[in-house]
């Protein structure tokens, strides 16, 4: 069983920047991919971004393209997440998953392994 242990959130101003990780324990070669999702009280939770754990092979949200980027070291197994020019509405718990399947509509429920989700808090 793959456990994923989210890190790297904090309060940074408009226009900066913060990296988290996902730390997965386990047997990450039994998944294809891992996934970053972010959620905001009474909202559901979003995709964001995804990248497959041997290929490298990415996909982003629109709203994360052109300023997030997701990388992984599979030696770590762990994922990243860059995140650039962030903005207020970026602010949110993010969270990062593991998945077997890998298509242009990477909803939660494709998702399992959840972390405990790391917030976001970015300050206008």
């Known amino acids: 069983q793959v456990q994923s242990v989210e890190s790297g959130g904090g309060l940074v101003q408009a226009g900066g920047s913060l990296r988290l990780s996902c730390a997965a324990s386990?047997?990450?070669?039994?998944?294809?991919?891992m996934g970053w999702f972010r959620q905001v009280p009474g909202k559901e939770r979003e995709f964001v971004a995804a990248i497959t754990w041997r290929d490298g092979i990415t996909y982003y949200a629109e709203s994360a393209k052109g300023r997030f980027t997701i990388s992984r070291d599979n030696a770590k197994n762990t994922g990243y997440l860059q995140m650039n020019s962030l903005k207020p509405e970026d602010t949110a718990v993010y969270f990062c998953?593991?998945?077997?399947?890998?298509?242009?509509?990477?909803?939660?429920?494709?998702?399992?392994?959840w972390g405990q989700g790391t917030q976001v808090t970015v300050s206008s």
């Open positions: 386990g047997r990450t070669v039994n998944y294809y991919a």
């Open positions: 998953a593991q998945t077997n399947t890998w298509s242009r509509n990477l909803r939660p429920s494709l998702f399992d392994s």
